[in-house]
C-alpha cells in the first residue's frame, strides 16, 4: 500500500509569490493535516481537515489556507510568501479525526528567496 | 495549549550501547506518538502509546498517562539508529499534534 505522498518534494519561490503544495493520504485515511517545521524545531500544526470540513487550524496568518477533496487528498496554499516561509511542510494522514496515529508523507522543502 | 517537553536534548552514543529518552506534558492526552525522523526529514512511525507499555524490536516504549509522561528505550544502538526523536501528543478536543523539540541522537561506531 502506498503511504502518504507529497509534490512536489522541493520547490524554490520568491518572495510575494504564491505556492500550492499537495498530499495524497493513505487508502481509506479520512483526516489530513498540515504541518510546518523549520530548521532546529518541531513541527508545528497549521490546519486539519476530517471529511473535507476544517477541524483545526493553528496559529498561522490568513495567507495559509486549505482544503480537502472529495477523494479525501489536499493543499495547503500559502500567498505572499516571506522568507519566514522557507520550511519543511509536512501532511500527516489518519483514519479519523482526533486521537487516531498520524501517518507523515517526506515532506515538501520549500526555499523562499 | 499542552507543553511537551522532551529530554535530553543531545545525545551521544557509541555503537551497542543502550539509551532512555523522556518526554514530559503539561495535561491529560488521548493520543501520543513517538517519532524517528530521518536525516531526509521523512517522520518513520514508532509508537502509537497513550498508555501502557510496547516493543518492537530494539525499541520500547512505555507511557504513564497518570503521571504525564513517556520513554522510549533503545537498546543495542545501531549507527542507524541516528536522528531526531520527537514525542507528539493530542488530547482533548484539540485536532493537532503538539510536538516537544526533540531529542537529536548521534550513534558512533
Known amino acids: 500500500d502506498a503511504g502518504v505522498t507529497q509534490s512536489p518534494t522541493h520547490l524554490i519561490k520568491t518572495r510575494g509569490q504564491h505556492v500550492t503544495l499537495r498530499c495524497s493520504p493513505i487508502s481509506g485515511h479520512k483526516s489530513v493535516s498540515w504541518y510546518q517545521q523549520v530548521l532546529g524545531q518541531g513541527p508545528q500544526f497549521i490546519f486539519q481537515?476530517?471529511?473535507?470540513?476544517?477541524?483545526g487550524r493553528g496559529n498561522f496568518p490568513d495567507r495559509f489556507s486549505a482544503r480537502q477533496f472529495p477523494n479525501y487528498s489536499s493543499e495547503l496554499n500559502v500567498n505572499a510568501l516571506l522568507l519566514g516561509d522557507s520550511a519543511l511542510y509536512l501532511c500527516?494522514?489518519?483514519?479519523?479525526?482526533?486521537?487516531?496515529?498520524?501517518?507523515f508523507g517526506q515532506g515538501t522543502r520549500l526555499t523562499v528567496v | 495549549g499542552i507543553q511537551v517537553e522532551q529530554s535530553p536534548p543531545d545525545l551521544i552514543l557509541q555503537e551497542g550501547a543502550n539509551s532512555t529518552l523522556r518526554c514530559n506534558f503539561s495535561d491529560s492526552v488521548n493520543n501520543l506518538q513517538w517519532f524517528h525522523q530521518n536525516p531526509w526529514g521523512q517522520l518513520i512511525n514508532l509508537f502509537y502509546?497513550?498508555?501502557g507499555t510496547k516493543q518492537n524490536g530494539r525499541l520500547s516504549a512505555t507511557t504513564v498517562a497518570t503521571e504525564r509522561y513517556s520513554l522510549l528505550y533503545i537498546s543495542s544502538s545501531q549507527t542507524t539508529d541516528s536522528g531526531v526523536y520527537f514525542c507528539a501528543v493530542g488530547g482533548g478536543t484539540a485536532s493537532k499534534l503538539t510536538f516537544g523539540t526533540g531529542t537529536r541522537l548521534q550513534v558512533t561506531l
Open positions: 502509546i497513550p498508555s
Open positions: 481537515y476530517y471529511e473535507k470540513e476544517e477541524r
Open positions: 500527516a494522514s489518519s483514519l479519523a479525526g482526533l486521537d487516531t496515529e498520524a501517518f
